[in-house]
């Protein structure tokens, strides 16, 4: 089945700094979600991308639908100890079919 | 406040028996699903379902079973022949037509073998 790419596979940075991480796609998507999940917890949604070229901010997270349908990029501004956690990207091929996910970036932030 | 919830948060079972977890919504969602989250690695989905009485194998299916009598409900038997039982099990929902506005998660259940 299709397969998800995320980078980078984990990260450590330091407390006000900011984060980029991506997802590629060997397919083309329609959509492209990104999740955080906390220890423990089920993910929880942050933002969804419909079209391709796409910015889309939630506060301090901006996500980007990438131009070729192939990638989508997650940028956190000014990280927080609150930040630490996976982010899994999703991506869905055609509508109404079954996302796929990423193998998830986990972020750890160091006060 | 709507929401979906799994129970029990942790579960331990041991070798050769089933096991049930629980998933249930009041969200008012068409589909459910359920998927397995082992460390370092993504999220692999195990069975969903569309619709009430009715329900698909995902990628891992082999030692799973579901049943979906009740819009609301969406149990997942573990059984023993999952070779591999121990991991964290997430179930979610999403609207029938919006399978386009993402899934939402429950708060997952971790299953441990002893």
């Known amino acids: 089945g299709q397969q998800l790419n995320q980078s980078p596979q984990s990260m450590f940075i330091q407390e006000g700094e900011d984060v980029s991480m991506n997802c590629t796609s060997s397919?083309?998507?329609?959509?492209w979600l990104w999740y955080k999940q906390d220890p423990g917890e089920g993910p929880v949604l942050l933002i969804a991308l419909y079209k391709a070229g796409e910015l889309t901010s939630n506060g301090r997270l901006t996500a980007q639908f990438g131009i070729t349908r192939k990638d989508s990029f997650l940028n956190i501004s000014a990280s927080i100890p609150s930040d630490v956690g996976i982010y899994f990207c999703?991506?869905?091929?055609?509508?109404?079919?079954?996302?796929?996910f990423g193998p998830g970036t986990r972020l750890s932030v160091l006060p | 406040d709507g929401g979906i919830t799994q129970s029990p948060k942790y579960l331990f079972r041991k070798e050769g028996q089933n096991v049930t977890l629980s998933c249930e919504q009041n969200l008012n969602h068409d589909a459910m699903y359920w998927y397995r989250q082992d460390p370092g690695q993504g999220l692999r989905l195990i069975y969903y379902s569309q619709i009430v009485n009715d329900f698909q194998k995902g990628d891992i299916a082999e030692g799973y079973s579901v049943s979906r009598e009740k819009k609301e409900s969406f149990p997942l038997t573990v059984t023993s022949a999952q070779k591999n039982p121990t991991a964290f099990y997430l179930c979610?929902?999403?609207?029938?037509?919006?399978?386009?506005?993402?899934?939402?998660f429950g708060s997952g259940t971790r299953l441990t073998v002893v």
């Open positions: 999703a991506g869905q091929e055609n509508y109404g079919q079954n996302f796929v």
């Open positions: 397919s083309i998507f329609n959509t």
């Open positions: 979610a929902s999403s609207t029938g037509q919006g399978v386009y506005y993402g899934y939402t």
